[in-house]
């Protein structure tokens, strides 16, 4: 397996990830290099907890769509503006494909802002039934395999190319890069855009205000720190992120995690 990415960047978003992992294993492949323009990676997890307590897993997903193959359930899920739960329990194993940032819109070729928050059956959007990739899927147990059906899938549906996902792309790694970055008139002006056109390929591409992308990182660099150093000094932090001050970073913390974060270092450790 060719590493895809830093772990810590990669886990950024996965909440409580270290106490996570003591319940489920989760390994990240790449797709074909003819795929990489639309896919980020792909994400598989596998838990049993049979004869053990069900485990709630919490995430502040990135401004990507995500296509989950489960037994039965497979969906594409757009960009979830909250936090997202998903109960782990008995055994069981997904397969994910994360694209990037405004890489599902050639599939879909509707405004990614109709899916925010929402989820669609695979049906509606590629038109026929996913039952045969999910029985190749579940009834495989090697890794490659299981990516080599996906990719042949993929490689049968796949679009052409739109440059302005790489124009998409540039912006969000440039806005997940610089942590001191709060304003969207600051993102804009480094890359030529005006806010108002930034909005509208946002809308169209990422189903996301680019003041929504701020703040998502902004606040996954405030968990992370936490993860790493437990109680982290929340106001220099706080300025490090581009907050105004403690108590904004606080605020919108909770709102979105729903816990402080003081109280969110302390759920660690329960």
Known sequence: MKPEENPVVVNKGILNFEKGRQKF???????APELAFFIRHYWLIHWDLRG??????????????NLVFEKDNTR???TNKGKT????????????????PGGFYPFYRRPASELANRSLPFREVFGRS???LEDALFSETDEDAKVRFVDDFFNSERPPADEQIEIVNSVIDYI????EINRVEDVGARFGISARTMQRMFSQYVGASPKWVIKRYRLQDAAVSADAEGSPDWSK?????GYYDQAHLIKDFKTVV???PEEYVRSKQG
């Open 258 to 260: 729903g816990k402080s």
């Open 76 to 78: 594409i899920y757009g």
């Open 85 to 100: 739960s998903q109960l782990l329990e008995d055994k069981g194993e997904v397969f994910g494909v994360l694209f990037r």
């Open 25 to 31: 294993t989760i390994s990240r492949r790449l797709p």
């Open 176 to 179: 997940a890069g610089h942590r």
């Open 130 to 132: 996913c039952l045969p």
């Open 237 to 241: 932090l706080a300025v490090e992120l």
């Open 52 to 65: 053990l307590p069900s485990h709630t897993q919490e995430v502040l997903q990135p401004p990507c769509f």
